[in-house]
């Protein structure tokens, strides 16, 4: 009788813990998944003259990006948001000197407006609870970031040698994206 | 006539005297009016950023105005490096504009200082606040152009700022915009709608003057910017042709359904799809709409195609009617998002009776889910009912192992379980419909535990009775085999002086009987008497012979009468 009760128990204790660490496992699920699709599509990309990479550019990387900083689960959300946005943005600009292929570059974009969409509910629900306004450094870090990588193609005439460097820029940018979603849980 | 001279000298001395007095409480009134340099120094700077332009407005606190020139530096937070900020130095008014401040980083914060000057006297320096100009910057108005139809108007909105803006280069895709419409006629009749950049905007009447604003908007910063202008136009005649209606998407196993209304017959439809993705972007993207394959020159309100055209993500479709007098416009653009329409199959469940209070569950996934990606997609978990087939009540329990027991059932019952699949934590909450209902019976009363009981009572009653047969048996065995030696009291009486030993097994002496021969009846009598006090034995012996005599004798009667004659005597 007291094994029944036992295993009982257990099995409503491991129902209520797992029920409540799932609120954002789903969004971690999909997020992963989107990240090794957008990963695959990058190097599917074909690659650009070797030489463009020696050039060393300072984009002004921030720190939060750098190391291995811990985030609270909101604010891993709101980094995620931005950088998702941002590579967005920049695929969106005119990649005609490369010769790559519109589809592969389309279906980046699918994906991380996908991504984005998914992540917009949650962003909105964690901006009015914690009345959180974008004065955050890391965000604006991040913008400054983006910022000089645009002005950089820019720079560039968006030559295929530029685009080669935003495509090693963005496969660490979606190193990145994959250790934040570390922490979508709880 | 010196007397005149000396009092015109006088009179001229003393008017003298007064300019100069009045000219040094002049001077001296300018000279407090400048009040030092303390009075010189700009009051209330404010800085008004708008899309790439930079102001800075600031008062006076000077009341005379005259040559008081301001002018501000600038430098990075933390830097010590002020530099000359362009456009306001040695400016005479109260504002200036410094757009072309070439800042490299919007984001960071920068220091801003102003000073008035006058001759060779400046203020101190005022120091505004530090601040990020992206964050101080506001929205400016966008740029609108529109295009009317009978029954609607296109949008074609521009971002705020230029193209080559700075402070809007990272959020140029992020801004939303609101639209206030109403009809010139009646501006009671507004109506708010947020669109896209490149938009439509739907239910209008034909051949009415529509005017609207558009205001730009940074909803996830919670930013809202500056109205446009005012732009009216007017919506065209009713078109001969209408535009299909009503549209809708159903996903239908592999394939998708699209369906319109439209009121007229012969008529061809053609539909199109486009990447949700690039309603985002501003710009005509009309070139990226497509064609579905399955749905060109269909003259039905319905077409059909794979599911497979339109792999994972979100799309608008649009339908346009022709027929002999022309081409409609396009219908409105329905949103569809193919994840909601990601249909789940339901699960397949399986149900087996274990033990007499316990039923175990089987879910597995029906063969048809096996080929698609859903559970590739999306973690699954199983919304089970479970029932008493002769009762109402259901119990639900969510599950994500698809193997698991019902426990505490009664024995001998049938119970009854369905499932279905369900998108864990999906805020859609979507879901498969449900499987087959599977029945089952629990198995019997547990049965071990009666025959235990069973067994237990009866052990319990059984020993008694086994204890009570036990000693029946030893006591025949006893008796049988270890007599007891205490004789019954009737033996007992008739072999009192004699120790009474085994008669079956021991064989005892012979009993020598002692005899008398009784010569004649009358001896006898007198022998009895003398002999009355004899004992038995003696007696016995006389009686004996005689006894045995008459035992022996065939005339009965005779020798039964003198038996009894002794016994008589001898009872005496």
Same mark, same amino acid.
């Given at each position: ?186 | ?89 040695? %400016?005479?008014?109260? &504002?200036?504009?410094? *757009?072309? $401040?070439?800042? +490299? @980083?919007?984001?960071?914060?920068? /220091? ?57 280069? %990272?959020?140029?895709? &992020?801004?939303?915009? *609101?639209? $206030?419409?109403? +009809? @010139?006629?009646?501006?009671?009749? /507004? ?61 239908? &196993? ?319």
């Amino acid at each position: 009788m007291t094994y029944r009760c036992l295993f009982r128990i257990a099995l409503l204790l491991c129902f209520s813990a797992t029920a409540l660490s799932t609120s954002y496992s789903l969004l971690r699920f999909q997020q992963r998944r989107s990240i090794n699709v957008c990963q695959k599509l990058l190097r599917q990309l074909p690659s650009t003259p070797q030489h463009c990479l020696e050039v060393r550019m300072h984009f002004q990387v921030p720190e939060e990006m750098k190391k291995a900083q811990k985030f609270r689960k909101e604010d891993a959300i709101l980094v995620l948001y931005e950088m998702l946005q941002q590579i967005f943005g920049i695929l969106t600009k005119d990649f005609s000197s490369t010769g790559w292929s519109e589809t592969i570059i389309e279906d980046l974009l699918v994906e991380l407006h996908g991504q984005m969409n998914h992540l917009e509910p949650i962003q909105k629900e964690i901006m009015q609870k914690e009345n959180f306004t974008i004065g955050d450094s890391t965000v604006l870090h991040l913008k400054n970031y983006y910022f000089n990588l645009g002005q950089y193609l820019k720079s560039m005439e968006h030559n295929s040698c530029a685009w080669t460097i935003m495509k090693a820029e963005m496969l660490r940018n979606f190193s990145v994206l994959k250790r934040l979603t570390d922490y979508l849980l709880d | 006539m010196v007397q005149s001279v000396k009092r015109k000298q006088g009179w001229h001395l003393l008017q003298c005297l007064r300019k100069v007095f009045s000219w040094r409480a002049s001077l001296s009134w300018v000279l407090e009016g400048l009040g030092g340099e303390a009075n010189l120094k700009p009051e209330n700077v404010e800085i008004h950023i708008i899309d790439d332009n930079f102001f800075l407005k600031w008062n006076s606190s000077s009341e005379s105005v005259r040559n008081v020139t301001f002018s501000a530096d600038y430098q990075i937070l933390g830097t010590d490096n002020w530099k000359k900020l362009p456009g306001c130095q040695n %400016t005479t008014s109260t &504002n200036c504009n410094f *757009s072309s $401040v070439e800042l +490299k @980083n919007v984001f960071e914060k920068i /220091e801003l200082r102003i000073r008035a000057e006058e001759g060779n006297n400046t203020s101190i320096w005022y120091e505004v606040e530090p601040f990020v100009p992206f964050l101080e910057a506001q929205i400016g108005p966008p740029d609108v152009h529109l295009e009317a139809e009978d029954k609607a108007i296109i949008l074609s909105i521009s971002p705020p700022g230029t193209e080559d803006s700075i402070m809007w280069a %990272t959020d140029r895709l &992020n801004f939303r915009y *609101s639209v $206030v419409i109403w +009809k @010139n006629s009646s501006s009671l009749e /507004e109506r708010t709608e947020t669109v896209f950049p490149e938009d439509k905007i739907y239910k209008l009447s034909p051949e009415i003057t529509y005017c609207l604003k558009v205001k730009a908007e940074l909803p996830l910063q919670s930013r809202v910017g500056y109205y446009s202008p005012v732009y009216c136009i007017n919506t065209t005649e009713r078109h001969n042709v209408p535009s299909p209606e009503n549209i809708q998407i159903n996903a239908d &196993n592999q394939v998708f359904v699209l369906k319109w209304d439209y009121p007229y017959e012969n008529t061809t439809f053609r539909a199109q799809w486009l990447r949700a993705f690039f309603k985002k972007i501003p710009g005509k993207h009309s070139g990226k709409w497509k064609q579905i394959l399955n749905c060109e020159n269909v003259t039905t309100t319905r077409c059909v195609f794979p599911r497979n055209a339109f792999p994972s993500g979100i799309y608008y479709v649009r339908v346009q009617a022709s027929n002999g007098n022309g081409t409609s416009f396009w219908s409105e653009e329905k949103k569809f998002y193919i994840e909601m329409k990601t249909v789940i199959f339901p699960p397949v469940i399986s149900l087996k009776s274990i033990t007499d209070d316990s039923l175990h569950v089987s879910v597995g996934a029906s063969e048809e889910s096996e080929n698609t990606s859903v559970n590739q997609l999306y973690p699954l978990i199983y919304e089970v009912i479970f029932w008493e087939n002769t009762s109402n009540a259901e119990r639900k329990v969510l599950e994500k192992r698809t193997e698991f027991t019902f426990l505490d059932l009664k024995p001998l019952t049938v119970y009854c379980v369905k499932a279905r699949a369900l998108i864990e934590n999906d805020r859609r909450n979507k879901s498969s419909s449900f499987s087959d209902t599977v029945c089952e019976k629990t198995k019997p009363g547990d049965t071990s535990k009666t025959w235990l009981k069973a067994g237990i009572c009866t052990a319990l009653f059984s020993i008694p009775v086994v204890i009570y047969v036990v000693r029946l048996f030893l006591r025949c065995v006893n008796y049988v085999f270890f007599p007891s030696s205490k004789p019954p009291s009737s033996v007992d009486e008739y072999f009192s002086d004699q120790p009474l030993k085994n008669l079956l097994l021991s064989t005892s002496e012979e009993q020598t009987e002692r005899c008398f021969i009784i010569e004649n009846a009358s001896i006898i009598t007198e022998i009895e008497e003398t002999n009355e006090i004899d004992e038995v034995h003696k007696k016995y012996n006389s009686q004996t012979s005689q006894d045995s005599g008459n035992y022996s004798n065939e005339d009965e009667n005779s020798g039964s009468k003198i038996s009894e004659e002794f016994l008589q005597q001898d009872s005496v």
